[in-house]
């Protein structure tokens, strides 16, 4: 079973703007990790952030984490039409190398 | 350095059938962990290796098997196919606290 939700499901943008997905999980983690996905093909991963780190950030990506309300979001900034993709995020802990994967964000970027 | 390279990308099985997926790590990961996705029910952890050994397992039939070479290498089997096995199946390999690279995936359907 999931970890848990994703919102939105889906989100349409315009070329330039920014892009905010949030994710919520249930148990206690080691790190949650971002990953994107385009038309089905395989994960491609974006960020890892520890439980013991609030912000992280990687290029046009930043991710933040909140333990206390176990909900993290991911902003893409300045989105290009390349960023249409699924993304999701996934967290891991209590057990040996297991992702427990949300539902996913289908974000599109219009030109 | 080469990727996670996941075989076959596409197969067709019949119902009843039996199936083995390939997945060859990136050099030097020694954890390889494999997943199914499905509309319905998303990305599920199936199980994971490390050393030639089950250190973690989702909650699948046991229909669904694996095992990993003294290389890495890993294989994943699943007898008496059911429709409901139709899914893209991922690899993907590790390294502690780094996140996971993924493998392609094979798309297997069953008939």
């Known amino acids: 079973s999931q970890q848990g939700e994703e919102d939105p499901q889906a989100l349409s943008i315009q070329e330039g703007e920014n892009a905010t997905m949030n994710c919520s999980y249930k148990?206690?983690?080691?790190?949650l990790q971002w990953y994107r996905q385009n038309s089905g093909r395989g994960l491609v991963h974006l960020i890892l952030i520890r439980s013991n780190e609030r912000e992280k950030h990687s290029g046009r990506l930043r991710v933040t984490l909140d333990t206390s309300k176990k909900s993290s979001s991911l902003l893409i900034t300045a989105s290009r039409a390349a960023d249409t993709a699924s993304y999701f995020c996934a967290t891991e802990g209590g057990g040996y190398n297991k992702l427990i994967f949300g539902a996913g964000t289908r974000l599109a970027v219009h030109p | 350095k080469a990727g996670v390279t996941q075989t076959p990308r596409y197969l067709i099985k019949t119902r009843g059938q039996q199936v083995t997926l390939s997945c060859s790590p990136i050099s030097g990961h020694r954890s390889v962990s494999w997943y199914q996705q499905t509309p319905g029910q998303g990305l599920q952890f199936l199980f994971e290796?490390?050393?030639?050994?089950?250190?973690n397992k989702g909650n699948f039939p046991g229909r669904f098997s694996g095992r990993q070479f003294s290389n890495s290498r890993s294989e994943m089997n699943v007898s008496t196919l059911e429709l409901g096995d139709s899914a893209l199946y991922l690899c993907?390999?590790?390294?502690?606290?780094?996140?996971?690279?993924f493998g392609s995936g094979t798309r297997l359907t069953v008939v």
């Open positions: 148990t206690s983690i080691n790190n």
């Open positions: 993907a390999s590790s390294l502690q606290d780094y996140g996971y690279t």
């Open positions: 290796y490390f050393s030639e050994t089950q250190r």
